[in-house]
């Protein structure tokens, strides 16, 4: 039994958009929530999990060297194993990310094992209502309608730090580690819970081509001895939940907040360029983020804003090198900060870039208040920073959302 009455699961995000998404794939089965920026104090996580089904910790473990994601992630597991929920998920990206040199999940399969578990780890990638779907162990992802092999799906083909060159998702691992990666075929899910206790493998890699999969998946996680230690997107967020859904309430598709908003974009992939290019035909001021001069574009963006026009910036030229994520995060964090005063609405493109900038801002925990459409979600901020606290942000995953995203969040009313 929990020694927190209320938690069955708490969960390491690997990004902050990843992160959102478990919470909102929860909350749409009727399970609550509350989502943690970094490893809060002790006290916090236990009240946090006293009063929630779903305690969630967000981190940038997935943009991280190997040699680092152990000081990152172990004392998150730690507490989380303390709280002694049912299931502790490592969200990992729906396009399985990771290297043996960049976000290794190799290496988090290791740690988790030893601290939940020497267990065979459950790993389901697969969120078909995201265009992600994993078939005899080989991975796809849908890029504008069209769904390719992972490894010639046009963005994470050729992905600037986890370039995927493998679809089979156990071979794409065992590059990771020297654990032994198996897989299991929705062909053999008939008795999945046996097949997942008796594997000889160290982690195994699970099919999902629809929802019906992903809740077969959830419910032979639950079977399994607790504490589980498993892997997944959203997907296995997703199909935990529907094996034992709660009662939904539908989250509102908007807030009252209006006015112009501003946007930051660490991200390049295809489809952020194609949502930067919509909101520019609609009227959006699009300008590339300025690393040698911040005054003068905190002068011009507030002015931009003061005349209620809405503002994207860029990271299309940034300076290369080791530390270009951090400081498009930090040139980000420090536009917003200056801004907070004339709009209340902020979106930030890319799951790497989301995690440092909302770390930077001085954001403590986030709760989701409206869900416009699919997996897009608006979330309030907690904080003590002046400025930020109530500020609502939407944190974008580089291939989330339409193309006329933006200008539908700017719109957004309740």
Not at 86 to 114: F, H, L, M, N, W
Not at 298 to 307: E, Y
Not at 355 to 365: A, D, E, K, P, Y
């Amino acid at each position: 039994m929990s020694e927190s009455a209320a938690l069955r699961v708490g969960y390491y995000g690997d990004d902050f958009t990843g992160s959102v998404d478990v919470l909102l794939q929860f909350a749409r089965h009727g399970w609550t929530g509350r989502l943690f920026v970094g490893l809060p104090d002790d006290a916090e996580l236990r009240a946090a999990a006293a009063e929630h089904d779903v305690v969630g910790i967000a981190g940038i473990a997935r943009s991280l060297p190997t040699d680092r994601i152990d000081e990152e992630l172990r004392p998150a597991l730690e507490a989380l194993r303390a709280l002694a929920p049912q299931i502790i998920q490592y969200k990992a990206c729906s396009t399985a990310d990771s290297s043996p040199t960049i976000g290794s999940i190799g290496r988090v399969i290791e740690i988790g094992r030893e601290i939940i578990g020497a267990r065979p780890v459950p790993i389901l990638f697969a969120q078909p209502d995201f265009g992600r779907f994993t078939v005899f162990g080989h991975h796809f992802a849908a890029e504008n309608g069209i769904v390719h092999r992972l490894d010639r799906q046009p963005t994470m083909s050729s992905h600037p730090s986890t370039p995927m060159g493998e679809s089979d998702l156990a071979r794409h691992l065992a590059e990771q580690t020297t654990l032994p990666i198996g897989a299991i075929s929705r062909l053999r899910f008939d008795d999945l819970v046996t097949r997942l206790v008796s594997s000889p493998a160290a982690a195994v890699v699970l099919d999902a081509v629809d929802n019906a999969d992903a809740a077969a998946v959830g419910r032979a996680v639950l079977a399994l001895d607790s504490p589980v230690f498993a892997i997944g997107s959203g997907g296995l967020s997703w199909g935990i939940g529907a094996a034992e859904p709660g009662d939904a309430v539908a989250l509102p598709a908007g807030t009252p907040a209006h006015g112009p908003v501003l946007a930051v974009s660490g991200s390049r992939s295809a489809q952020t360029r194609r949502q930067i290019e919509q909101a520019a035909a609609a009227g959006w001021l699009v300008a590339p983020l300025d690393f040698t001069d911040a005054p003068a574009q905190i002068a011009s963006v507030r002015d931009k804003l003061a005349q209620g026009r809405s503002v994207v910036l860029t990271s299309d030229d940034a300076p290369g090198g080791p530390d270009t994520l951090e400081r498009i995060a930090a040139a980000g964090a420090d536009v917003i900060s200056a801004v907070t005063d004339l709009t209340r609405r902020i979106i930030v493109a890319g799951g790497d870039t989301s995690g440092r900038v909302t770390r930077m801002l001085g954001v403590s925990s986030l709760a989701i208040v409206a869900n416009p459409v699919s997996n897009v979600v608006l979330l309030r901020a907690a904080s003590d920073a002046t400025g930020i606290d109530g500020l609502e942000l939407l944190l974008k995953g580089g291939q989330v959302g339409a193309d006329d995203l933006f200008e539908n969040v700017r719109a957004l009313d309740a």
